[in-house]
């Protein structure tokens, strides 16, 4: 005598009970899965589009956005007063490895600039302010390091993620725009395009 299958599929009377369309629950899971990667990749793109100007503001040969930010320990810095300078304007971050790499040759370049006037401002980007500040005191950072919270110098400047540099010259002029990691060489024939300007 055959004993009663008790491992047979729910069908639609008993699922409908259960509030559940078991033959559809798969492709619908299917669907989900196949549809969510696409939606979650626009959204990004979005964002990002978003977040780049059409029409950046701050390219190269055009004047550089004037700012006013805070440095780390609360004094003001605003880009305007430093025209007759050159001014380096290195958007970075304490968690940014091409940063931290390029941070001796922008010490180094500072340092041995100083008599000509150069200016280097660092422009603290998606950081906290204390592992900004614990970064610069570990390095010996002789440039002012400013928090830019809501993001809006970032924007100004067309900002996607550090490092990303700009050489402005003396009269306030992007010279240049370094997005990534520069090398030694590159630094410094940017660096000359701004100082040897006079």
């Known amino acids: 005598m055959m004993e009663p299958r008790t491992d047979r599929p729910m069908t639609t009377q ?99 600039h100083a008599d000509d006037g150069l200016v280097v401002i660092g422009v603290v980007f998606q950081d906290r302010s204390a592992a900004a500040r614990d970064f610069m005191v570990r390095n010996g950072a002789t440039w002012q390091a400013a928090m830019d919270p809501d993001e809006r110098v970032a924007s100004a400047y067309g900002i996607l993620g550090p490092p990303e540099t700009f050489f402005i010259d003396r009269d306030g002029i992007i010279d240049a725009r370094q997005m990534g990691q520069f090398s030694a060489g590159s630094l410094e024939s940017k660096l000359a395009a701004i100082i040897d300007e006079e």
């Open 14 to 112: 008993t699922a409908a009970g259960a509030g559940l369309d078991v033959r559809r629950l798969p492709f619908r899971h299917l669907v989900i899965a196949a549809t969510l990667p696409l939606i979650l990749l626009a959204l990004l793109g979005i964002v990002l589009l978003a977040r780049a100007p059409t029409s950046s503001p701050a390219a190269q040969g055009s004047v550089a956005p004037d700012f006013a930010l805070a440095d780390l320990d609360g004094n003001p810095i605003r880009l305007s007063e430093l025209r007759g300078r050159p001014v380096v304007l290195n958007f970075w971050a304490s968690w940014c490895a091409p940063c931290i790499e390029e941070f001796p040759l922008l010490q180094e370049a500072a340092e041995r």
